[in-house]
């Protein structure tokens, strides 16, 4: 019952970037309405598995603090199976005269196995590459054993 659950949530989450994927073109012109980023790489999680992930962001979710935005990110790998995500609320700084965006947040996820949900603290930092468009590390720490760590390499597209 639990692989059953943890492979319905792994298509639940790959659909869901699919979707935002999908929807890129469509959004790019509504940018104000929708101030979502989509990102797709490589993560290298703790176990040893490798997979292609993709990582949704929801940015301006949540009380503004100066020199911060507040956004939302929900990270999975798309091909190694099996449940694994990370949920995670997040404070983004944009450094002023280099378009760098960097932050660190905290939240839910498993990324290791035995897939255990547990709690979780991230950082991140995006380098723009082009407008709209950048270089993004992400790297993922489980607060226990069995949450696991993941380090996430890709390239971002702010639609």
């Known amino acids: 019952m639990e692989k059953t659950r943890s492979m319905k949530t792994t298509q639940l989450l790959s659909t869901i970037a699919a979707i935002a994927l999908a929807a890129a073109p469509l959004t790019v012109t509504a940018q104000d309405l929708l101030p979502i980023s989509a990102e797709g790489g490589v993560m290298h ?5 490798n997979a292609g992930g993709a990582v ?3 940015h301006g979710v949540g009380v503004h603090v100066p020199l911060l ?3 939302v ?3 999975a790998p798309l091909t190694s ?3 694994r995500y990370a949920l995670t609320t997040e404070a983004a700084l944009h450094v002023p005269a280099t378009g760098l965006r960097a932050g ?3 939240g839910v996820g498993r ?3 035995p897939l255990r949900t547990g709690v979780l ?3 991140f930092v995006t380098a723009p590459i082009a407008p709209h468009a950048g270089v993004s590390l992400r790297y993922y720490s489980g607060l226990n054993h069995y949450t696991g760590q993941a380090v996430f390499a890709g390239v971002a597209v702010h639609l």
């Open 69 to 71: 935005s507040p956004q």
């Open 56 to 58: 949704v962001t929801l």
């Open 111 to 113: 990324l290791n196995a």
């Open 121 to 123: 603290a991230d950082a």
């Open 81 to 83: 199976g099996g449940g």
């Open 73 to 75: 990110s929900l990270a």
């Open 45 to 49: 999680s703790s176990d040893g598995t």
């Open 104 to 106: 660190v947040g905290a």
